[in-house]
């Protein structure tokens, strides 16, 4: 049973605009949540973390918010830029193993 | 540096055979691991090594063996190719704040 879900496949988004990225977890153990970005025929590129004691990282235009009382994690950017287009993975870690979402393909529209 | 390496890129096999897929880095990682990814399934941990010597089990290890005899390489071997393990490989060194590093990816058909 999949632990980490990303439920909306695509999103698309005009340049400028805010594109915010959901993530929904089931594991209450998970203590540490991260997003990757990834381009076809490419490894997936780290972006951003956050620990679960705390509720909001930031690191340029990428946000990272975590409600853990809805087992949510929620990734922002602003202003979204034609080169973020790519397939975004939520990821959370549960002692030494780490489980992905599906991705949500991220399309930014000049 | 290279960062985080595979090899091969590409590869095909016929149902039965075995082969090992090599992954190195030299970002002096402690810890490394392999994934599949599928299509609709994201990635999928495959087995992980938390440091010279050590394996571990990860979500999908049937099929598959590891072996970190040296920190900086990371096998992995399929030691009788199914049709159901044709997938992209993706394998990662662990950073010191959870964050990995993957390689570029390998791909393997089995027919």
């Known amino acids: 049973d999949q632990q980490v879900k990303q439920n909306s496949p695509s999103l698309s988004v005009q340049e400028g605009r805010i594109s915010i990225l959901n993530c929904d977890y089931t594991n209450s153990m998970f203590d540490y949540f991260l997003w990757y970005k990834k381009y076809p025929a490419e490894g997936p590129t780290f972006l951003i973390s956050?620990?679960?004691?705390?509720d909001k990282n930031e690191d340029g235009r990428f946000t990272v918010f975590l409600n853990k009382s809805a087992k949510h994690l929620s990734l922002h950017i602003v202003p979204s830029q034609p080169g973020d287009s790519a397939v975004y993975f939520c990821?959370?870690?549960?002692?030494?193993?780490?489980?992905f979402g599906t991705g949500t393909s991220l399309t930014v529209i000049p | 540096n290279a960062g985080v390496t595979q090899t091969p890129k590409f590869r095909v096999l016929k149902t039965g055979q075995s082969m090992t897929l090599l992954c190195a880095q030299d970002m002096n990682h402690e810890y490394m691991y392999w994934y599949r990814q599928d299509p609709g399934m994201g990635l999928r941990l495959i087995h992980y090594?938390?440091?010279?010597?050590?394996?571990a089990k990860g979500e999908v290890p049937d099929g598959y063996n590891v072996s970190r005899l040296k920190k900086q390489n990371f096998l992995l071997g399929l030691e009788s190719a199914a049709p159901s393990q044709t997938s992209v490989y993706f394998c990662?060194?662990?950073?010191?704040?959870?964050?990995?590093?993957f390689g570029p990816g390998t791909r393997l058909t089995v027919l």
């Open positions: 990821a959370a870690k549960d002692g030494g193993q780490f489980y």
């Open positions: 956050i620990s679960s004691i705390k």
């Open positions: 090594s938390v440091g010279e010597g050590t394996t």
């Open positions: 990662a060194g662990g950073g010191p704040y959870n964050e990995q590093f």
